[in-house]
C-alpha cells in the first residue's frame, strides 16, 4: 500500500488528529494544500474539519487527484457535534453527497470523530457566524434542537476539547483490512 494522510483544518484539532495518526501508522501527513504529495499514492486517508456544512478542503482535493477515482478513500470527518448521534452523522453524509462525486462517495469509507472548538481562537467572521447559529439555536425549543444545536448552545463562548486518541483505533483498523 503507497498510503497518504490529507487533512483541512482550519483551527488545529483535526491536524492534532491527522498527525496522531501519522505517528500510529507511519503513515505520511501533509495539509490538503499539498495533495500534488498524493499524486502516486493508492489509499488517502483524508482527515478534515466540519465548517458551515462541508468538511473543509475534501472536494478541491479530490477534484486536484487524477487518480482519485481508483484510490482507496478513507474520510475521517471531525466535528463539535456527537458522532455518535444518528442525526448528526446522516446531515454529514448528505453534505459529504453534495462534496463528492457519486462514485467516490459510494465507495468511501467514512468515519467521524469529536473535535472542540476554543472561540478566543476564531477569526472575526467564525465569531459572527457563531453567535448567529447560537442565537438561533438557543431559541429551538429542545425536542427540535438537533445534536450540533446543542453542542453550540452547550459550549457557546469558551473552549472545549473533546479530542480522543482512542477513537483513531477503529479507522486505523479500517485501514489495515483490504
Known amino acids: 500500500m503507497r498510503g497518504i494522510i490529507l487533512y483541512g483544518s482550519c483551527y488545529g484539532t483535526t491536524q492534532k488528529y491527522a498527525r496522531q495518526f501519522a505517528r500510529e501508522t507511519g503513515l505520511p501527513c501533509f495539509p490538503c494544500k499539498q495533495a500534488d504529495e498524493a499524486r502516486d499514492a493508492d489509499t488517502l486517508v483524508y482527515f478534515g474539519g466540519l465548517y458551515a456544512g462541508g468538511v473543509l478542503g475534501l472536494s478541491k482535493t479530490i477534484r486536484s487527484l487524477p487518480n482519485a477515482a481508483n484510490m482507496r478513500l478513507l474520510i475521517v ?20 453527497q453534495r462534496q463528492l462525486p457519486k462514485d467516490v462517495f459510494s465507495r ?29 439555536d438557543k431559541r429551538l425549543p429542545p425536542e427540535k434542537q438537533s445534536a450540533e444545536s446543542r453542542a453550540i448552545v452547550e459550549t457557546y463562548n469558551s473552549k472545549v476539547d473533546f479530542f480522543d486518541t482512542e477513537a483513531l483505533g477503529t479507522i486505523r483498523r479500517a485501514l489495515e483490512t483490504v
Open 77 to 96: 470527518t471531525v466535528g463539535l457535534a456527537d458522532p455518535q448521534d444518528p442525526v448528526n452523522v446522516q446531515n454529514i453524509r448528505t453534505a459529504l
Open 108 to 136: 468511501a469509507q467514512i468515519f467521524h470523530l469529536r473535535g472542540g472548538i476554543d472561540y478566543s481562537r476564531l477569526s472575526r467572521g467564525h465569531k459572527a457566524m457563531m453567535a448567529l447559529l447560537y442565537h438561533h
